[in-house]
């Protein structure tokens, strides 16, 4: 037998569930292990969770100097390579380069965007996810992990908190 076991407790409003991850924290429960189910989106701040940090930002901004890269060889590069006069006009146009520039910039960044977005979803996962059909009733689901010998001042701990049901999680095959 396991000498840790997993706990759910169910919330219905956002303030007993902050107090009761705040609970948790002197209980000594860290934020890597407590994972946080709601149908509504919350920010971080909201839970009194450090904010974590993401590399999305870094990510497309990469891929808009790729995109921009891309426009400057397609723009000056093949002009200098194949130089082709065309009565009066430059050989390196630079008001295309402002419209390449752009679209190749924003499909650099909108491509690896979405990419970063995979990534930081860990998606596909191909782990078993806890899933608590009260979150689509609008609860909030915190689930964290005890020893199983403090499973009673874990689950008291939660109910004065406001939790509506504490209970251990258990595996469904869906």
Same mark, same amino acid.
């Given at each position: 037998? $396991?000498?840790?076991?997993?706990? &759910?407790?169910? %919330? ?28 509504? =989106? %919350?920010?971080?701040?909201?839970? !009194? ?11 497309? &901004?990469? !891929?808009?100097?790729? !995109?921009?890269? $891309?426009? *400057? +060889?397609?723009? +000056?590069?093949? =002009?200098? *390579? ?19 520039? +752009? ?13 970063? &977005? *995979?990534? $930081?979803?860990? /998606? ?13 009733? !609008?609860?909030? $689901? ?11 001042? +874990? ?18 095959? /869906?």
């Amino acid at each position: 037998m $396991a000498d840790t076991l997993t706990l &759910l407790a169910l %919330f219905t409003e956002i303030d007993p569930t902050v107090n009761a991850i705040d609970k948790l924290h002197a209980m000594g429960i860290v934020d890597e292990k407590m994972e946080i189910i709601s149908g509504i =989106p %919350f920010n971080q701040e909201v839970l !009194g969770r450090p904010k974590l940090p993401t590399f999305i930002p870094r990510l497309a &901004l990469g !891929g808009a100097m790729i !995109g921009l890269v $891309a426009a *400057l +060889f397609l723009i +000056f590069g093949i =002009p200098g *390579l194949y130089p082709l006069q065309v009565g009066g006009q430059p050989v390196y146009p630079f008001p295309p380069f402002l419209i390449v520039g +752009f679209e190749l910039a924003m499909l650099g960044l909108m491509g690896s965007a979405f990419l970063g &977005l *995979l990534l $930081a979803g860990r /998606l596909p996962s191909y782990e078993p996810k806890v899933y608590v059909p009260e979150i689509s009733d !609008g609860m909030i $689901a915190v689930v964290f992990p005890c020893p199983v010998e403090q499973q009673t001042q +874990f689950e008291d701990a939660m109910r004065s908190m406001g939790a509506e049901q504490v209970r251990p999680v258990e595996a469904t095959i /869906l």
